[in-house]
């Protein structure tokens, strides 16, 4: 059983940077691939952006390509999302998810264990 804990978040002027932190405990956190998602109000949870579990290969959303970036450090059983250049469209609840299987980091169905989220609001 894994618990993650997401930090990070708060408000930030359009074109500041945040970076959330997802902290692991309760599992073998290197054996487990990571995804972050958000979750605007009104709408459906989206990808944003994956990460293997030793950090060679990161997939993201196309809109957040060149803004975002996801990295983890399995020392500290932490994973990251680095956020630049930020819209008032970035606005959402930020999610850090496992990932057992290894593939599929878009799906949703294919993460086992979610944090609780951190809220992002992005003003203009």
């Known amino acids: 059983q894994v618990q993650l804990v997401e930090s990070g978040g708060g408000l930030v002027q359009a074109g500041g940077s945040l970076r959330l932190s997802c902290a692991a405990s309760?599992?073998?956190?290197?054996?487990?691939?990571m995804g972050w998602f958000r979750q605007a109000p009104g709408k459906e949870r989206e990808f944003v952006a994956g990460?293997?579990?030793?950090?060679?290969?990161?997939y993201y959303a196309d809109s957040m390509k060149g803004r975002f970036t996801i990295s983890r450090d399995n020392a500290k059983n932490t994973v990251y999302l680095q956020m630049n250049s930020l819209k008032p469209g970035d606005t959402a609840v930020y999610y850090c998810?496992?990932?057992?299987?290894?593939?599929?980091?878009?799906?949703?169905?294919?993460?086992?264990?979610w944090g609780q989220g951190t809220q992002v609001t992005v003003s203009s």
């Open positions: 998810a496992a990932n057992s299987l290894g593939y599929g980091y878009s799906r949703i169905n294919n993460y086992g264990y």
């Open positions: 309760g599992g073998t956190f290197s054996t487990y691939a």
């Open positions: 990460i293997t579990w030793r950090g060679g290969s990161t």
